[in-house]
């Protein structure tokens, strides 16, 4: 059984510029979440996807994006980098849609935005 | 606005210390409090989590309170060990949102051999 996966674990960008992260999810997971971890703090929730739909948002302006593919993959693209979109993103897979329940996260992408 | 709170923000121990990690949330709907466990480079991992139906729950060494009349929850790590040196976040979440988690600020436990 594969864990979460998320590419690529560091990048840095420009003012302005666009980002896209990745992420695979747990063996067996239909439903990822994104969240974004500013340092010293604790995770954001920003969106998750089930079954390829965006199902719940969190407080993100419309420039954070996401797509979820067929075989339950995950894209997080963020377009208009600002400076406080350096953060660590973090994936997380779970099973059961909107269900409580474990959220398996990946070791995150960090983003650093110059 | 911070709708679980978390303190404190830091803790050292001794090696079989007690650390108490304390949540507060605001939000009556919610009704799963997960506690993660991060490490550095690391991303949380499920530690312990509690439906508001029981008023303590214990997996091993962890333990959560639970005061639903209070809305407060704590984390107790009994024995505690320089392998628990990590940060510890609650959460919440509410029914059909499950996996849209609600965070603590994290509290970072430090614990001496």
């Known amino acids: 059984e594969t864990g979460v996966t998320q590419s690529p674990t560091h990048l840095i960008k420009t003012r302005g510029q666009q980002v896209t992260l990745r992420c695979s999810s747990q063996?067996?997971?239909?439903?990822v979440s994104w969240y974004q971890q500013a340092l010293g703090q604790g995770p954001q929730f920003i969106f998750q996807?089930?079954?390829?739909?965006?199902?719940g948002r969190g407080n993100f302006p419309p420039r954070f994006s996401g797509l979820q593919f067929p075989n339950y993959s995950s894209e997080l693209n963020v377009n208009a980098l600002e400076l406080d979109d350096s953060a660590l993103y973090l994936c997380a897979s779970s099973f059961g849609g909107a269900g409580p329940g474990e959220l398996f996260f990946g070791e995150g992408s960090r983003l650093t935005v110059l | 606005q911070q709708q679980v709170k978390q303190s404190p923000q830091s803790l050292i121990v001794q090696k079989g210390g007690i650390p108490i990690i304390n949540c507060a949330y605001e939000n009556t709907a919610f009704d799963y409090f997960p506690w993660y466990q991060q490490f550095p480079g690391k991303g949380p991992a499920l530690l312990i989590a509690i439906r508001p139906d029981v008023s303590e729950k214990k997996e091993g060494r962890f333990t959560i309170s639970f005061n639903k009349s209070a809305k407060q929850f704590s984390l107790h790590i009994m024995d505690s060990q320089p392998g628990d040196s990590a940060t510890y976040f609650c959460a919440a979440s509410k029914g059909a949102s499950g996996s849209r988690l609600t965070f603590g600020e994290g509290t970072q436990l430090t614990v001496n051999p």
């Open positions: 996807y089930y079954r390829e739909e965006e199902n």
């Open positions: 063996s067996g997971h239909n439903t």
